[in-house]
């Protein structure tokens, strides 16, 4: 009974609060609203209130748990923003785009999201498990979940109905990954009805924190054969990048 206290409880506060700074952000437009605007794929105007909105209600709710599954979910969203402002021009997208600008001394905001992520996910992993195979598989995991919320991310509502779908099961389980699970999810389903509706978008920001914190909840509910089936996942859903966006484009129709 107490923990399901605990998870609708994570899911309520991270719903409220993802609600709340969302209005907080759009009646404040922090840098003129210009800034918060985008053109999304069927040529729409839509905000970008509710990225940093999910960030923090995702971060908050994570770090109630473990401070630093926190971290790492916050991070991860900081790095989304970065490449939200500094690459809003660019048409790369991919590992695969990224790294090859690398390769030819061009350091892209895709890349340095990259290196940010994965850093602070193998933080995270390095004090959330005890040993070392379990501190990397957990790094991997953090971050590679960050980066498949992302990949989804291709049409409106895409990313956060996943995040609903994949986090759901860790809701059935006993233990602290329930938390972040139910965090993520309450953000998600916070600016779900806009984020379908094309009047916002949760572009990097809120597509690489949501991401974290599965994939934060995935580590605490698992021991190291969880974590392997987890850090397999992840990195094949980045090896079929592409495939797995086109896939996720093609539902619905749009």
């Known amino acids: 009974m107490i923990t399901r206290m605990r998870r609708s409880a994570a899911f309520a506060l991270a719903a409220g609060l993802a609600r709340a700074t969302t209005a907080g952000l759009r009646a404040g437009a922090p840098g003129g609203r210009d800034r918060w605007e985008r053109t ?64 030819h001394g061009e350091v892209t905001s895709g890349a340095v999201k990259l290196f940010g992520i994965c850093a602070a996910g193998l933080v995270a992993g390095a004090l959330l498990k005890e040993r070392a195979v379990d501190k990397v598989l957990a790094g991997v995991v953090i971050a590679g979940a960050a980066h498949v919320v992302n990949l989804v991310d291709v049409r409106p509502g895409r990313a956060t109905v996943a995040v609903v779908a994949l986090g759901a099961p860790g809701l059935l389980r006993e233990g602290p990954g329930a938390e972040p699970a139910a965090a993520a999810m309450g953000a998600a389903v916070a600016v779900l009805p806009d984020d379908l509706g094309e009047r916002t978008m949760i572009g990097d920001t809120g597509a690489h924190a949501l991401g974290a914190a599965l994939g934060a909840a995935a580590v605490l509910g698992n021991g190291r054969a969880g974590l392997l089936a987890h850090a397999a996942a992840v990195v094949a859903a980045a090896v079929y990048g592409d495939r797995v966006s086109e896939v996720a484009r093609s539902v619905g129709g749009r």
């Open 40 to 103: 999304n794929y069927a040529g729409r105007t839509v905000e970008l209130y509710a990225g940093p909105a999910c960030a923090v209600a995702a971060a908050l709710g994570t770090a109630r748990v473990r401070p630093a599954a926190g971290f790492a979910v916050l991070a991860a969203g900081v790095c989304g923003a970065y490449d939200d402002v500094a690459g809003a021009d660019d048409p790369r997208r991919g590992f695969r785009a990224h790294l090859s600008a690398l390769r």
